[in-house]
């Protein structure tokens, strides 16, 4: 199946995020930052989700966006960008 524009571009930001993030060994805040920037976003404060280490995103898509679709897609530059330097299954 084919993605559309927006779900690409969604993909991308996610893809970009794990890049920086990866790149800044686990600085959330910095490899939000830098991703926002490096997408012409503005920048605001990253909350992190209630005391966690964790990096939380959320990727909003209207209603019938093809959410599902995108978050089977996500797996992909998560797994590539994020845990390039590292056994996947041994972080889980």
Excluded: H, W
Excluded at 55 to 80: D, H, Q
């Amino acid at each position: 199946m084919k993605l559309k524009l927006y779900q690409e571009a969604a993909l991308d930001a996610l893809s970009t995020f794990c890049t920086n993030y990866e790149k800044m060994s686990g600085n959330i805040e910095g490899a939000y930052s830098q991703t926002m920037m490096e997408l012409e976003r503005p920048i605001e404060p990253y909350l992190r989700a209630k005391d966690s280490t964790t990096p939380y995103l959320c990727i909003r898509i209207p209603t019938g966006g093809g959410k599902t679709i995108i978050a089977a897609e996500s797996f992909k530059p998560v797994i590539n960008d994020l845990f390039q330097s590292q056994n996947f299954f041994d972080i889980m």
